[in-house]
């Protein structure tokens, strides 16, 4: 069965800079395109990139484009999101998934909460 641990998340002052962690199990993680999520309190759950396992390079939502990174460990089966110049507007719980868009997904794990103080 697929599983997915979220990592990496913690609080920052506004201007900082995070990496998230994204382990997959189960699964070989580059076969498959990999989206980054955030889900603030009283809001939807948001898409901020995709990376897919060919050679095209991620999508990032406008919000954080120019900000956020994604990379990718095949090696370790793992996913990383560096995040930079951090916002308080950032603030939300991140996950990583299989797909990437909302309605595509079908299962979400705990989450990392990343914090950002003004």
């Known amino acids: 069965q697929w599983h997915f641990v979220e990592s990496g998340g913690g609080l920052v002052q506004s201007g900082g800079s995070l990496r998230l962690s994204c382990v997959a199990s189960g699964f070989t993680l580059d076969d498959w395109a990999i989206g980054w999520f955030r889900q603030a309190p009283g809001k939807e759950r948001e898409a901020l990139s995709c990376?897919?396992?060919?050679?095209?390079?991620?999508d990032y939502a406008y919000s954080v484009k120019g900000r956020f990174t994604v990379t990718r460990d095949n090696a370790k089966n793992t996913v990383y999101l560096q995040m930079n110049s951090l916002k308080s507007e950032d603030t939300a719980i991140y996950y990583c998934a299989v797909g990437c868009s909302t309605t595509v997904v079908v299962s979400w794990g705990q989450g990392t909460q990343v914090t950002v103080s003004e």
């Open positions: 990376v897919g396992g060919g050679d095209s390079p991620p």
